[in-house]
């Protein structure tokens, strides 16, 4: 498989996917090369493409969007080994075991300043952002509204306040069930996990 492939995770445990053709096809569609059978995903969601300079992917104007380490895809974006994919509910990520250092050129926007936040909103993230910033596992799952609030010794329905401020400070709007996981990459991607350091 040297010329890279996907680990996807999902339900059924893990599987790999090699890229051994010049482009490959994700979405809900059986006729896609990846089909991934969830409501979440368009019938034909992303691509993912070989160029000389390497492997991109671009999110075909899905309705519920591409991330590439937890930022959404907005145009065609160069993918690096160890870079993780989430489209709806499959994770996927990226190796590429022939890839040379520096032969690329990673298409990012620069992510937006981080927005202001009281002290007890950056405790709060910082307990959802600990299993990102701590490292470990490909794809990280943000702790239940109940550790947080035990953690941090408040009611559930505190940390649900400070949830939704949060929510709406970084822009997510959409109620959809990953919501808390996209707040922590967000987090972690505009450098905002590490304000401050909740005390366990």
Known sequence: MAEGYFEVYGPGGVRL??????????????????????RLVSRLHALVERYPSGWSIRDLGSTNGTTVNGSPVRQAQTL??????????????F???????????LHVEP????????????????????????????????????VIATALHVTESAVKKHLSRLYD????????????SRLASEAVRRGSAGQQSATP
Do not use: W
């Open 111 to 146: 992510p937006p300043a981080p927005p202001a936040l009281t002290p007890r909103e950056q405790e709060v993230l910082a307990m959802l952002c600990r299993p990102y910033v701590s490292g470990g596992q490909p794809f990280p799952e943000p702790p239940s509204v109940r």
């Open 17 to 38: 996917v090699p890229l051994t053709a010049d482009a490959l096809t994700i979405g809900r569609a059986k006729t896609n090369e990846l089909p991934i059978d969830s």
């Open 80 to 93: 690096r080994d160890g870079d993780r994919v989430e489209i709806g509910p499959a994770r996927l990520l």
């Open 169 to 180: 400070k970084f822009d997510l709007t959409s109620n959809e069930d990953r919501r808390r």
């Open 95 to 105: 190796h590429a075991p022939s890839e040379h250092p520096g032969t690329r050129t």
